[in-house]
């Protein structure tokens, strides 16, 4: 009920890149295939099961944005559920419930829209079915294990950092378990995922001439930031709760009269080797991406954090034979514990809501809240709504196009509009793309701005502003600045668009040259 209840809260928020996956999901559903501009083949998708998923909840109820994430919610307390009744069948459920279900960062990429917790839902599953391959030999754990590392792929590509290691120690484990059979093992372990993945990149490679989408060539890792990502992944730690419960752990039973904690780390390493080696893995390349636009809030290791409890939970097991209550502090530090962890995460999610969507010192909107993210949005909604507005009335028989820096909700409530940017929808391989290309801006009929954030209206539009027609504008305080600096949100009218196009595949070349720059 918690789990719901805060959930409900935080359900006003929706992540503005969500959008651009509702975009392709509806066309797709619509007929117009899996794209986000019609007949413009280009994927902007980093989850593409996430699109498809998304497409048949639109197709079954004509609603995106609150049946995903509903069906989000519902798959990730069954999924972490499952997990934690597979692996502690027989254990209370009270510590993995506060570090996960009403983890203030779960809840809030709930309700964010976008694919975390979907991925987080078959990483856990994938966990627990490899936590009892480990153990003995079961046909339905290698095949539930196997399906999840391929759904786990397709949600996002970068998992396998995590899956791969996990997949080779499940494998080595089951072949020496197993007395016959060796084969028919392997091949349960390896062939639903294996399919599951091919024949998505079979199909990208065929329909957008590309296995991976623009997001690896417009936002590639950054490894000038190291220092910054580690610490940010060292704040995630301590925010979830997961440092200091492994700290009071190490603290409680170190050296107590039978508590067995060299042993208890000891087993919990051998027993988890692959996935602690995939988390080592993935966490060097998490320090050139975590960091990333739209990585604020932790998404990007947020998806791990029940395997991480679960891991820290298992510790905790056997490191004494009364379990939690054990330890030098007994029964009365548990107590603290728990209600220390209650008064936690509840002030996080009070500060998400009023000061800061990503709390701690490193990462990205330090200084935007829940709400002002929200108002963000809805001035989005009323740039579309002007654009509408002002078309309907021009008279042009035609979609008009807009140019945008934010491709999500704004183009979804401009359906009937081609939608260019700098880089994330338009981003071509053989044509140049950025912030001030001249063919997009000069051929758009709408021009949104940002300013100051993205620098003087004159450097964003490339020519002198009252050239242009201004139709819409407003002020919004507490965009991520610490002195509540304002930001102006402009939408420009281009009466006379040049004719400039770019090819419908990400591989096609140049079709126009860029024209000069107007004075």
Not at 193 to 214: K, M, N, Q, R
Not at 330 to 343: D, E, H, K, L, S
Request: glycine fraction near 6%; hydrophobic fraction near 45%; include cysteine.
């Amino acid at each position: 009920m918690a789990n719901i209840a805060l959930f409900c809260w935080f359900s006003g928020f929706i992540a503005e890149d969500a959008y651009i996956v509702y975009r392709y999901s509806e066309n797709l559903a619509n007929g117009n295939g899996l794209v986000f501009n019609d007949g413009e083949y280009v994927s902007a998708l980093t989850s593409p099961l996430h699109s498809l998923i998304v497409s048949l909840l639109y197709t079954l109820t004509g609603e995106s944005a609150y049946t995903n994430r509903i069906f989000a919610l519902g798959l990730h307390f069954g999924a972490t559920l499952l997990a934690f009744r597979l692996i502690h069948r027989d254990r209370n459920p009270t510590l993995f419930g506060l570090l996960v279900w009403i983890s203030p960062f779960a809840i809030f990429w709930t309700a964010g829209g976008l694919e975390t917790m979907f991925l987080a839902s078959f990483l856990v599953l994938a966990y627990a079915a490899a936590c009892r391959c480990v153990e003995s030999v079961h046909n339905k754990f290698q095949l539930l294990f196997s399906i999840c590392l391929g759904l786990a792929f397709l949600t996002r590509f970068d998992s396998c950092l995590v899956t791969l290691p996990m997949w080779f120690h499940v494998a080595y484990r089951q072949w020496k378990l197993s007395d016959r059979e060796k084969i028919f093992t392997i091949l349960r372990l390896w062939l639903p995922g294996f399919l599951i993945a091919l024949s998505w990149l079979a199909t990208s490679y065929w329909y957008y001439h590309d296995i991976f989408p623009t997001s690896v060539y417009h936002k590639p890792a950054r490894w000038d930031h190291q220092r910054t990502n580690v610490l940010y992944m060292i704040q995630f730690g301590l925010l979830t709760g997961l440092i200091p419960l492994l700290c009071w752990t190490i603290i409680n039973h170190a050296k107590h009269e039978g508590s067995k904690l060299s042993y208890s780390l000891k087993q919990t390493v051998l027993k988890n080797r692959g996935v602690l080696i995939g988390g080592l893995i993935f966490g060097g390349y998490a320090t050139g991406t975590a960091t990333a636009h739209m990585m604020f809030s932790y998404r990007m290791l947020l998806p791990y954090l029940p395997i991480l409890a679960l891991l820290i939970i298992q510790l905790i097991d056997i490191v004494h034979t009364e379990g939690y209550q054990a330890g030098r502090f007994g029964r009365a530090g548990w107590r603290v514990v728990i209600n220390f962890a209650i008064v936690i995460q509840a002030a996080q999610f009070y500060y998400i809501d009023q000061h800061s969507v990503n709390p701690g010192r490193y990462g990205e909107y330090t200084n935007l809240s829940r709400q002002t993210y929200m108002q963000f949005m809805t001035l989005l909604t009323e740039q579309a709504e002007s654009i509408n507005n002002h078309w309907s009335q021009y008279g042009e028989d035609r979609p008009p196009q807009v140019h945008v820096y934010a491709a999500g909700i704004l183009p979804y409530n401009l359906e009937r509009s081609r939608v260019v940017d700098w880089g994330l929808i338009s981003y071509r391989k053989n044509v140049p793309v950025n912030a001030a290309q001249r063919g997009l801006l000069y051929s758009s009929d709408y021009i949104i701005t940002l300013t100051p954030r993205h620098f003087t209206k004159k450097h964003q539009l490339q020519r002198d502003p009252k050239t242009l027609e201004l139709i819409h504008e407003r002020s919004l305080l507490g965009f991520d600045h610490a002195d509540d600096k304002p930001e102006v949100f402009s939408v420009f009218f281009n009466p006379n668009p040049i004719e400039y196009n770019l090819p419908n595949f990400v591989d096609g070349p140049e079709l126009n040259s860029i024209p000069d720059k107007i004075q």
